[in-house]
Protein backbone atom coordinates (compact mmCIF):
# COMPACT_ATOMS: atom_id res chain seq x y z
CA UNK A 1 0.00 0.00 0.00
CA UNK A 2 1.40 3.34 -0.82
CA UNK A 3 0.35 5.96 1.76
CA UNK A 4 2.68 9.04 -0.16
CA UNK A 5 0.07 11.90 -0.79
CA UNK A 6 -1.26 11.48 -4.44
CA UNK A 7 -1.01 14.17 -7.18
CA UNK A 8 -4.94 14.03 -7.19
CA UNK A 9 -7.63 12.56 -5.46
CA UNK A 10 -10.61 12.71 -7.84
CA UNK A 11 -12.42 9.87 -8.36
CA UNK A 12 -12.00 10.13 -12.01
CA UNK A 13 -8.31 10.13 -11.84
CA UNK A 14 -7.67 7.36 -9.15
CA UNK A 15 -11.18 5.65 -9.26
CA UNK A 16 -11.72 2.88 -6.58
CA UNK A 17 -13.10 0.27 -8.20
CA UNK A 18 -14.56 -3.60 -7.46
CA UNK A 19 -14.33 -6.36 -9.79
CA UNK A 20 -16.31 -9.58 -9.91
CA UNK A 21 -14.16 -12.25 -11.49
CA UNK A 22 -16.17 -15.54 -11.93
CA UNK A 23 -14.34 -18.18 -13.70
CA UNK A 24 -16.58 -20.26 -13.11
CA UNK A 25 -19.50 -18.54 -15.30
CA UNK A 26 -16.84 -16.92 -17.33
CA UNK A 27 -17.75 -13.66 -16.62
CA UNK A 28 -16.42 -10.47 -15.73
CA UNK A 29 -18.17 -7.27 -13.78
CA UNK A 30 -17.03 -4.17 -12.32
CA UNK A 31 -18.28 -1.20 -10.09
CA UNK A 32 -16.52 1.94 -9.38
CA UNK A 33 -17.29 4.45 -6.58
CA UNK A 34 -18.78 7.40 -7.56
CA UNK A 35 -18.03 9.28 -4.56
CA UNK A 36 -14.44 8.30 -2.75
CA UNK A 37 -15.28 6.79 0.74
CA UNK A 38 -15.31 9.33 4.03
CA UNK A 39 -13.44 6.99 6.05
CA UNK A 40 -10.52 4.34 4.82
CA UNK A 41 -9.77 1.64 7.39
CA UNK A 42 -7.26 -0.92 6.82
CA UNK A 43 -6.18 -3.61 9.97
CA UNK A 44 -3.36 -5.94 10.23
CA UNK A 45 -4.55 -8.42 12.98
CA UNK A 46 -2.06 -11.27 14.35
CA UNK A 47 -2.98 -14.90 14.15
CA UNK A 48 -2.39 -15.35 17.96
CA UNK A 49 -4.60 -16.86 20.86
CA UNK A 50 -3.71 -15.20 24.29
CA UNK A 51 -3.92 -17.19 27.34
CA UNK A 52 -4.37 -15.77 30.87
CA UNK A 53 -3.85 -17.37 34.19
CA UNK A 54 -3.16 -15.89 37.59
CA UNK A 55 0.39 -16.08 37.43
CA UNK A 56 0.38 -13.87 34.46
CA UNK A 57 -0.50 -15.34 30.79
CA UNK A 58 1.28 -16.70 27.49
CA UNK A 59 0.05 -16.00 23.95
CA UNK A 60 0.31 -18.84 21.19
CA UNK A 61 1.66 -16.55 18.11
CA UNK A 62 1.42 -18.23 14.62
CA UNK A 63 2.29 -15.08 12.20
CA UNK A 64 1.01 -12.35 10.52
CA UNK A 65 -2.99 -12.86 9.82
CA UNK A 66 -5.05 -11.24 7.11
CA UNK A 67 -5.27 -7.93 6.45
CA UNK A 68 -8.47 -6.41 7.25
CA UNK A 69 -10.29 -3.30 5.54
CA UNK A 70 -12.94 -1.32 6.17
CA UNK A 71 -15.03 1.80 3.73
CA UNK A 72 -17.27 4.15 5.29
CA UNK A 73 -19.22 7.32 3.51
CA UNK A 74 -22.22 7.97 1.31
CA UNK A 75 -22.53 7.82 -2.79
CA UNK A 76 -24.51 10.68 -3.01
CA UNK A 77 -27.47 12.21 -3.44
CA UNK A 78 -28.58 13.72 -6.15
CA UNK A 79 -28.79 11.57 -9.52
CA UNK A 80 -26.63 10.95 -12.57
CA UNK A 81 -26.89 9.84 -15.88
CA UNK A 82 -27.09 6.07 -15.32
CA UNK A 83 -29.36 5.54 -12.10
CA UNK A 84 -31.96 7.58 -9.89
CA UNK A 85 -29.96 8.48 -7.24
CA UNK A 86 -27.60 8.14 -4.09
CA UNK A 87 -30.62 4.95 -3.11
CA UNK A 88 -29.95 3.48 -6.55
CA UNK A 89 -26.04 3.67 -5.86
CA UNK A 90 -25.96 2.34 -2.83
CA UNK A 91 -28.27 -0.78 -3.49
CA UNK A 92 -26.44 -1.29 -6.21
CA UNK A 93 -22.76 -1.79 -4.43
CA UNK A 94 -25.00 -3.69 -1.99
CA UNK A 95 -25.61 -6.11 -4.55
CA UNK A 96 -22.59 -6.20 -6.26
CA UNK A 97 -19.54 -6.79 -3.24
CA UNK A 98 -22.17 -8.45 -0.56
CA UNK A 99 -24.94 -10.44 -2.39
CA UNK A 100 -23.41 -11.47 -6.39
CA UNK A 101 -20.50 -12.87 -4.21
CA UNK A 102 -22.37 -14.98 -2.45
CA UNK A 103 -24.89 -15.84 -4.82
CA UNK A 104 -22.12 -17.14 -7.53
CA UNK A 105 -20.00 -18.66 -5.24
CA UNK A 106 -23.42 -20.42 -4.19
CA UNK A 107 -24.45 -21.51 -8.16
CA UNK A 108 -20.81 -22.77 -8.52
CA UNK A 109 -21.00 -24.87 -5.94
CA UNK A 110 -24.38 -26.18 -7.28
CA UNK A 111 -23.02 -26.94 -10.50
CA UNK A 112 -20.37 -29.02 -8.81
CA UNK A 113 -17.37 -25.88 -9.54
CA UNK A 114 -14.65 -24.84 -7.18
CA UNK A 115 -16.25 -21.60 -5.60
CA UNK A 116 -12.68 -20.44 -5.27
CA UNK A 117 -13.16 -19.38 -8.91
CA UNK A 118 -15.64 -16.63 -7.95
CA UNK A 119 -12.91 -13.50 -7.36
CA UNK A 120 -14.22 -10.19 -5.34
CA UNK A 121 -11.26 -7.98 -6.24
CA UNK A 122 -10.38 -4.09 -4.91
CA UNK A 123 -8.65 -2.17 -7.36
CA UNK A 124 -7.98 1.33 -5.39
CA UNK A 125 -6.09 3.20 -7.53
CA UNK A 126 -5.71 6.13 -5.10
CA UNK A 127 -3.49 4.24 -2.51
CA UNK A 128 -1.90 1.99 -5.13
CA UNK A 129 -2.85 -1.97 -4.06
CA UNK A 130 -4.81 -4.98 -5.47
CA UNK A 131 -6.16 -7.51 -2.90
CA UNK A 132 -8.87 -9.83 -3.69
CA UNK A 133 -11.18 -9.83 -0.86
CA UNK A 134 -14.12 -11.48 0.81
CA UNK A 135 -17.46 -9.27 2.33
CA UNK A 136 -17.37 -9.63 6.03
CA UNK A 137 -20.28 -7.34 6.68
CA UNK A 138 -22.17 -4.55 4.86
CA UNK A 139 -23.96 -1.83 6.77
CA UNK A 140 -26.57 1.29 5.35
CA UNK A 141 -27.14 4.09 7.58
CA UNK A 142 -29.10 6.31 8.02
CA UNK A 143 -28.71 9.84 10.33
CA UNK A 144 -30.62 12.46 11.34
CA UNK A 145 -27.73 14.40 10.66
CA UNK A 146 -28.27 13.98 7.50
CA UNK A 147 -31.79 12.60 6.23
CA UNK A 148 -31.50 12.70 2.46
CA UNK A 149 -28.49 11.65 2.63
CA UNK A 150 -28.31 6.91 2.71
CA UNK A 151 -24.76 5.78 4.04
CA UNK A 152 -22.69 2.60 4.07
CA UNK A 153 -20.31 0.96 6.14
CA UNK A 154 -18.07 -1.78 3.79
CA UNK A 155 -16.11 -4.31 6.20
CA UNK A 156 -14.09 -6.79 4.27
CA UNK A 157 -11.06 -9.33 4.75
CA UNK A 158 -8.09 -9.16 2.31
CA UNK A 159 -7.49 -12.54 1.51
CA UNK A 160 -4.63 -12.31 -1.03
CA UNK A 161 -2.35 -10.00 -2.24
CA UNK A 162 -2.99 -10.51 -6.44
CA UNK A 163 -6.14 -11.47 -8.50
CA UNK A 164 -4.50 -15.00 -8.64
CA UNK A 165 -4.86 -15.84 -5.21
CA UNK A 166 -1.29 -17.52 -4.83
CA UNK A 167 -0.78 -16.03 -1.21
CA UNK A 168 -3.29 -18.06 -0.09
CA UNK A 169 -3.17 -21.27 1.78
CA UNK A 170 -4.48 -23.95 0.21
CA UNK A 171 -7.34 -21.91 -1.26
CA UNK A 172 -9.30 -18.86 -0.57
CA UNK A 173 -11.47 -17.16 2.18
CA UNK A 174 -14.59 -19.20 1.37
CA UNK A 175 -12.59 -22.57 1.93
CA UNK A 176 -11.07 -21.53 5.17
CA UNK A 177 -14.34 -21.09 6.36
CA UNK A 178 -17.16 -22.92 4.13
CA UNK A 179 -15.75 -25.04 2.03
CA UNK A 180 -12.91 -27.19 3.16
CA UNK A 181 -9.28 -26.32 2.88
CA UNK A 182 -8.93 -26.87 -0.43
CA UNK A 183 -11.83 -26.67 -1.70
CA UNK A 184 -12.91 -30.08 -1.81
CA UNK A 185 -14.44 -33.02 0.34
CA UNK A 186 -11.44 -35.34 -0.16
CA UNK A 187 -8.69 -32.76 0.63
CA UNK A 188 -10.71 -31.54 3.53
CA UNK A 189 -10.71 -35.08 5.35
CA UNK A 190 -7.26 -35.22 4.19
CA UNK A 191 -6.37 -32.02 6.14
CA UNK A 192 -8.38 -33.55 8.82
CA UNK A 193 -6.47 -36.42 9.07
CA UNK A 194 -2.74 -34.60 8.65
CA UNK A 195 -3.85 -33.00 12.13
CA UNK A 196 -5.34 -35.56 13.88
CA UNK A 197 -2.46 -37.26 13.38
CA UNK A 198 0.38 -34.46 13.50
CA UNK A 199 -1.20 -34.00 17.12
CA UNK A 200 -1.40 -37.86 18.13
CA UNK A 201 2.01 -37.86 17.40
CA UNK A 202 3.39 -34.90 19.16
CA UNK A 203 1.69 -36.32 22.32
CA UNK A 204 3.75 -39.50 21.90
CA UNK A 205 6.82 -37.72 21.63
CA UNK A 206 6.28 -34.73 24.20
CA UNK A 207 4.12 -36.87 26.98
CA UNK A 208 7.32 -38.99 28.58
CA UNK A 209 8.76 -35.21 29.51
CA UNK A 210 5.56 -34.18 31.22
CA UNK A 211 4.94 -37.39 32.89
CA UNK A 212 8.31 -36.55 34.72
CA UNK A 213 6.38 -33.79 36.04
CA UNK A 214 3.23 -35.41 37.59
CA UNK A 215 3.02 -36.07 41.10
CA UNK A 216 3.97 -39.67 41.91
CA UNK A 217 0.84 -40.95 43.36
CA UNK A 218 -1.17 -40.41 40.46
CA UNK A 219 0.99 -41.00 37.32
CA UNK A 220 0.17 -44.75 36.98
CA UNK A 221 -3.86 -43.79 36.59
CA UNK A 222 -2.57 -41.06 34.47
CA UNK A 223 -0.74 -43.38 32.10
CA UNK A 224 -3.46 -45.94 31.55
CA UNK A 225 -6.14 -43.49 30.96
CA UNK A 226 -3.67 -41.71 28.38
CA UNK A 227 -2.89 -44.72 26.80
CA UNK A 228 -6.76 -45.56 26.38
CA UNK A 229 -7.46 -42.54 25.03
CA UNK A 230 -4.62 -42.48 22.24
CA UNK A 231 -6.57 -46.17 21.83
CA UNK A 232 -9.72 -43.92 21.10
CA UNK A 233 -7.92 -41.66 19.13
CA UNK A 234 -6.36 -44.19 16.79
CA UNK A 235 -10.33 -46.07 16.21
CA UNK A 236 -11.31 -42.67 15.44
CA UNK A 237 -8.55 -42.39 12.47
CA UNK A 238 -9.25 -45.59 11.19
CA UNK A 239 -12.92 -44.73 10.95
CA UNK A 240 -12.31 -41.65 9.38
CA UNK A 241 -9.87 -42.41 6.79
CA UNK A 242 -12.31 -45.62 6.34
CA UNK A 243 -14.65 -43.57 5.15
CA UNK A 244 -17.47 -44.92 7.63
CA UNK A 245 -17.71 -41.60 9.89
CA UNK A 246 -17.39 -41.37 13.63
CA UNK A 247 -20.38 -42.79 15.85
CA UNK A 248 -21.57 -40.28 17.97
CA UNK A 249 -20.84 -42.74 20.75
CA UNK A 250 -17.02 -43.13 20.25
CA UNK A 251 -17.25 -39.31 19.33
CA UNK A 252 -18.53 -38.04 22.71
CA UNK A 253 -16.44 -40.68 24.78
CA UNK A 254 -12.83 -39.43 22.70
CA UNK A 255 -14.31 -35.85 23.66
CA UNK A 256 -14.49 -36.15 27.07
CA UNK A 257 -11.59 -38.47 27.97
CA UNK A 258 -9.87 -35.47 25.98
CA UNK A 259 -11.32 -32.58 28.52
CA UNK A 260 -10.75 -34.75 31.15
CA UNK A 261 -6.81 -35.62 30.63
CA UNK A 262 -6.39 -32.24 29.96
CA UNK A 263 -7.79 -30.93 33.06
CA UNK A 264 -5.29 -33.16 34.51
CA UNK A 265 -2.10 -32.21 33.09
CA UNK A 266 -3.72 -28.16 33.49
CA UNK A 267 -3.66 -29.41 37.00
CA UNK A 268 0.13 -30.27 37.39
CA UNK A 269 1.20 -27.27 35.89
CA UNK A 270 -0.56 -25.39 38.49
CA UNK A 271 1.29 -26.27 41.01
CA UNK A 272 3.45 -24.31 42.99
CA UNK A 273 7.30 -23.98 42.38
CA UNK A 274 7.73 -26.08 39.38
CA UNK A 275 9.99 -24.77 36.90
CA UNK A 276 9.04 -22.88 33.99
CA UNK A 277 10.52 -25.42 31.59
CA UNK A 278 8.28 -28.57 33.14
CA UNK A 279 5.35 -26.06 32.54
CA UNK A 280 6.47 -25.67 28.66
CA UNK A 281 6.43 -29.42 28.64
CA UNK A 282 3.08 -30.22 30.06
CA UNK A 283 1.47 -27.60 28.57
CA UNK A 284 2.68 -28.50 25.16
CA UNK A 285 1.03 -31.73 25.21
CA UNK A 286 -2.17 -29.82 26.25
CA UNK A 287 -2.10 -27.87 23.44
CA UNK A 288 -2.20 -30.62 21.57
CA UNK A 289 -5.06 -32.65 23.51
CA UNK A 290 -6.90 -29.00 22.62
CA UNK A 291 -5.88 -29.19 19.07
CA UNK A 292 -7.60 -33.03 19.30
CA UNK A 293 -10.13 -31.24 21.20
CA UNK A 294 -11.16 -28.81 18.23
CA UNK A 295 -11.01 -31.25 15.57
CA UNK A 296 -13.31 -33.48 17.40
CA UNK A 297 -15.43 -30.98 18.17
CA UNK A 298 -15.83 -29.43 15.06
CA UNK A 299 -16.26 -33.03 12.64
CA UNK A 300 -18.83 -32.93 10.23
CA UNK A 301 -20.21 -35.99 8.05
CA UNK A 302 -19.45 -35.47 4.76
CA UNK A 303 -22.26 -35.44 2.40
CA UNK A 304 -21.07 -37.65 -1.19
CA UNK A 305 -22.78 -38.65 -3.53
CA UNK A 306 -21.99 -42.37 -4.48
CA UNK A 307 -21.65 -44.14 -7.36
CA UNK A 308 -24.51 -46.95 -7.15
CA UNK A 309 -23.88 -47.39 -10.95
CA UNK A 310 -23.01 -51.13 -10.26
CA UNK A 311 -26.05 -51.95 -7.95
CA UNK A 312 -28.63 -50.85 -10.70
CA UNK A 313 -26.88 -52.01 -14.40
CA UNK A 314 -28.10 -51.83 -17.22
CA UNK A 315 -31.62 -49.48 -17.73
CA UNK A 316 -34.10 -50.40 -20.13
CA UNK A 317 -32.94 -51.91 -23.18
CA UNK A 318 -29.33 -50.17 -22.77
CA UNK A 319 -27.65 -53.36 -22.17
CA UNK A 320 -28.24 -54.62 -25.94
CA UNK A 321 -26.45 -51.70 -27.47
CA UNK A 322 -23.24 -51.53 -25.54
CA UNK A 323 -24.37 -50.22 -22.10
CA UNK A 324 -24.17 -51.49 -18.49
CA UNK A 325 -24.52 -55.28 -18.16
CA UNK A 326 -26.95 -56.14 -15.76
CA UNK A 327 -26.74 -56.03 -12.39
CA UNK A 328 -24.46 -58.42 -10.32
CA UNK A 329 -27.00 -58.44 -7.51
CA UNK A 330 -29.46 -58.77 -9.20
CA UNK A 331 -31.84 -61.05 -8.16
CA UNK A 332 -30.43 -61.12 -4.50
CA UNK A 333 -31.90 -61.12 -1.71
CA UNK A 334 -29.53 -59.15 0.65
CA UNK A 335 -29.73 -55.87 1.56
CA UNK A 336 -28.13 -54.45 -1.52
CA UNK A 337 -27.05 -51.14 0.06
CA UNK A 338 -25.55 -52.84 3.15
CA UNK A 339 -23.34 -54.82 0.88
CA UNK A 340 -21.59 -52.01 -1.28
CA UNK A 341 -21.38 -49.37 2.51
CA UNK A 342 -19.52 -49.13 4.86
CA UNK A 343 -20.20 -49.70 8.27
CA UNK A 344 -18.84 -48.09 11.60
CA UNK A 345 -19.14 -50.08 14.99
CA UNK A 346 -19.56 -48.28 18.62
CA UNK A 347 -15.28 -49.96 19.32
CA UNK A 348 -15.37 -47.83 22.54
CA UNK A 349 -17.48 -48.76 26.13
CA UNK A 350 -18.38 -46.74 28.97
CA UNK A 351 -20.04 -47.21 32.26
CA UNK A 352 -22.05 -44.75 33.89
CA UNK A 353 -19.80 -44.51 36.78
CA UNK A 354 -16.64 -43.75 34.62
CA UNK A 355 -18.36 -41.51 32.39
CA UNK A 356 -19.51 -39.42 35.77
CA UNK A 357 -15.86 -39.38 36.80
CA UNK A 358 -14.78 -38.25 33.76
CA UNK A 359 -17.38 -35.47 33.16
CA UNK A 360 -16.07 -34.81 37.02
CA UNK A 361 -12.62 -33.96 35.81
CA UNK A 362 -13.58 -32.52 32.54
CA UNK A 363 -15.96 -29.71 33.83
CA UNK A 364 -14.16 -28.69 36.78
CA UNK A 365 -12.99 -24.95 37.04
CA UNK A 366 -9.23 -25.52 37.53
CA UNK A 367 -9.06 -21.70 38.52
CA UNK A 368 -11.56 -21.65 41.49
CA UNK A 369 -11.75 -25.32 42.08
CA UNK A 370 -8.52 -26.87 41.33
CA UNK A 371 -8.19 -31.18 41.40
CA UNK A 372 -6.50 -32.44 44.18
CA UNK A 373 -4.14 -35.43 44.13
CA UNK A 374 -6.62 -37.65 45.71
CA UNK A 375 -9.37 -36.62 43.60
CA UNK A 376 -7.71 -36.89 40.48
CA UNK A 377 -6.57 -40.33 41.72
CA UNK A 378 -9.93 -41.88 42.54
CA UNK A 379 -11.83 -40.23 39.48
CA UNK A 380 -9.28 -41.95 37.09
CA UNK A 381 -9.57 -45.54 38.92
CA UNK A 382 -12.88 -45.41 38.27
CA UNK A 383 -12.34 -43.71 35.09
CA UNK A 384 -9.54 -46.96 34.11
CA UNK A 385 -12.34 -49.87 35.56
CA UNK A 386 -15.17 -48.89 33.13
CA UNK A 387 -13.65 -47.72 30.05
CA UNK A 388 -12.67 -50.07 27.23
CA UNK A 389 -11.29 -49.93 23.77
CA UNK A 390 -11.98 -52.86 21.09
CA UNK A 391 -8.74 -53.69 19.19
Known amino acids: MDLSTPATQKAADCPITFVMDDESAGTTDEFSLLIRPEQLTIGFPSRMTVNQSLGGGWADAFGEGLEEGTFAGTLGWRASSNDSGGIER????????????????????????DPSKVKLILVDTLNNYT???????????????????????????????????????????????????????????????????????????????????????????????????????RAVND????????????????TLATQAVSNVFKSAALVLGIPNIAKA???????????????LQNARKLLTY???????????????????????????????FSAVSATSRNVVQLTQSASNSLKSLASTDLVTTPL???VIKSSLNVANAGLSVAA
Open 131 to 233: RVIAPRLFELQRSKNSPLMARYRFNFVMISKDATGSDLLGGDFGDLFGGGLLGSIASTVGSWVDSFTTSINNITVRIREAYKWVDKTIITPVRAVVGKTMQIY
Open 281 to 295: AIMGVVREFSNIFCL
Open 239 to 254: MVTAGVGITRQVGSIA
Open 306 to 336: EDYSDIYGASNCSSTNGGRSISVYSGSTNNT
Open 90 to 113: LANMKRFVYSDWHAKRAAAVAKGD
Open 372 to 374: STS
